[in-house]
């Protein structure tokens, strides 16, 4: 099976905010809020993490069964790539520009 | 202890913003010449509209009257070209940037505007309706870039603080406004002019006015609440998340432009906004007791 990384795109804003985070997408100002979960898997997605070891991290802090959990992630991720909101990749992502922009 | 695990459909709300994408086929004009001269003058940006036109100059002063400045020099000028141009306000709003100049287009008019140099024109027919867009847009980016906003709300001032009232159409903007008590100074029923000041934001009175049909004060105070408004079984402030208040902030704050600099800039100030002022919801009736809970 073909490992995935996933990286945040520089396309969007991002901010923590009543213990939320909340995501918009540059191009097509799409509006997200994420969860705990989510966010967990958010601030993962450096590109050097692999999916895989992101759905383990997330096995760690909550009580999910690992196959629930990959698939779920999965979906998530696939979710925000469409938006362009996260960048992913067979292959580790080294851009530097797929950092994203905090909206401090 | 491990925590409770949720769905993947609970990982993630999302919500539409309210722009969207265009393109934009701009054209050149030459700028008219010199004639007559209206400085407009909204949240404290004065905006010159020059004209040939003296009807139109006169459309001007009336339509916008009490924010005519005679005295201030405006930073921003358009050169406006009246004449038998198209009037169709169907068309969809094409705003976007192009070689550091704005391009705004409707069918209504069509205009360039080069924030750097502060200088720009307009093609339209003679009617309040165009220009009134126009003035939107460029308040709108101009805000933008100050970490302000223009929203869809009706907003007062009362003992020296301004209030917000915000909602889509229907929502009870101009209704509220109606039943506001003679102490209350209106500041606009249909969109508020939202300004950062310092550790907070002021609200400033437009000319752009709802059902109402009549021109807000020309005046400012700080925001001391946002609220926004629902119709209820009575009246009552009810608290919202800050995820809820950012959403219905963004789905309601005014933004044309195709930019996604500029995207990141609203988001940014609604994010700003909901973290320095008090947001609440509010529901009434309605009835003029709703007043007695704003104060």
Same mark, same amino acid.
């Given at each position: ?11 969007i804003a ?5 213990? &939320?985070?909340m995501i918009m997408s540059a191009v097509d100002s799409t509006f997200f ?6 966010? =967990? ?19 760690? &802090? ?15 991720? /696939?979710?925000?790539?469409?938006h362009g909101i @996260? @960048? ?17 | ?13 999302r919500a539409e913003g309210p722009w969207n994408a ?17 400085? =407009? ?7 010159? @509209? ?32 009246? +004449? ?7 068309? /969809?709003?094409?705003?976007? =940037? ?8 409707? +069918? /209504? ?107 807000? &004060? ?25 995820? /809820?208040?950012v959403r219905r902030l963004l789905r309601n704050i005014l933004f044309f432009a195709d930019d996604a600099?500029l995207v990141k800039?609203v988001f940014?100030?609604a ?10 919801? @509010? ?13």
């Amino acid at each position: 099976m073909t490992e995935r990384y996933i990286a945040r795109s520089s396309a969007i804003a991002a901010r923590m905010l009543g213990g &939320e985070m909340m995501i918009m997408s540059a191009v097509d100002s799409t509006f997200f809020t994420l969860n705990e979960v989510a966010t =967990i898997i958010w601030q993962a997605a450096d590109g050097h993490t692999s999916l895989a070891e992101i759905v383990e991290k997330v096995c760690r &802090e909550f009580e999910v069964e690992p196959d629930s959990a990959r698939r779920d992630t999965e979906q998530f991720v /696939d979710e925000l790539s469409r938006h362009g909101i @996260l @960048l992913i990749s067979d292959e580790p992502i080294d851009n530097p520009s797929a950092r994203p922009t905090e909206a401090l | 202890m491990k925590q409770q695990w949720n769905r993947s459909s609970q990982l993630c709300r999302r919500a539409e913003g309210p722009w969207n994408a265009s393109k934009y086929e701009g054209n050149e004009l030459s700028p008219a010449i010199q004639t007559h001269e209206v400085a =407009i003058e909204i949240g404290g940006i004065p905006v010159l @509209l020059r004209t040939e036109d003296a009807s139109f100059r006169d459309l001007l002063e009336n339509r916008y009257a009490g924010f005519v400045s005679r005295t201030a020099r405006p930073k921003f000028e358009f050169d406006v070209d009246v +004449g038998p141009h198209g009037a169709s306000t169907d068309e /969809d709003l094409q705003v976007k =940037i192009q070689a550091g100049k704005w391009l705004l287009r409707r +069918g /209504d008019f069509n205009s360039e505007w080069d924030p750097r140099a502060g200088k720009g024109w307009i093609r339209q027919s003679a009617n309040p309706y165009s220009i009134d867009s126009v003035l939107r847009i460029v308040h709108s980016l101009i805000l933008a870039r100050e970490g302000g906003f223009l929203v869809h709300s009706a907003s007062a001032i009362r003992t020296g603080r301004a209030f917000l009232f915000s909602g889509l159409s229907g929502a009870g903007k101009t209704t509220i406004s109606r039943l506001a008590p003679s102490d209350v100074t209106l500041l606009t029923d249909e969109i508020s002019y939202v300004r950062r000041d310092g550790e907070g934001y002021r609200a400033c009175g437009t000319p752009f006015a709802g059902e109402l049909a009549r021109l807000g &004060e020309n005046c400012s105070a700080p925001v001391a609440t946002l609220f926004f408004l629902e119709q209820g079984p009575k009246n009552q402030i009810r608290p919202i998340s800050s995820a /809820d208040a950012v959403r219905r902030l963004l789905r309601n704050i005014l933004f044309f432009a195709d930019d996604a600099e500029l995207v990141k800039l609203v988001f940014r100030s609604a994010l700003d906004f909901v973290t320095l002022v008090p947001v609440r919801r @509010l529901t009434f009736l309605p009835d003029e007791r709703v007043w007695e809970l704003v104060d």
